[in-house]
């Protein structure tokens, strides 16, 4: 086993990756297409973007193959 580091382009495009992403994107866009109306709706915009934003911190990470 190599300790190379695994290109960018291979991690974003792993199926886990990519599934988590595309999910918290569609739960940001419906918060804001259901609209913000509410303390409830902050929290799940906070919840989604959280989300996001741990998705694309894993990628700045170096990880080994």
Do not use: H
Not at 20 to 45: H, N, P, R
Not at 47 to 59: C, D, E, G, I, Q
């Amino acid at each position: 086993m190599s300790n190379q580091p695994v290109p960018l382009v291979s991690r974003v495009l792993r199926l886990e990756w990519l599934g988590q992403t595309v999910a918290s994107l569609c739960w940001i866009v419906s918060v804001f297409l259901y609209g913000i109306e509410s303390v409830a709706d902050v929290l799940q915009l906070a919840a989604a973007s959280s989300w996001m934003v741990a998705n694309v911190a894993s990628l700045v990470k170096p990880e080994s193959s």
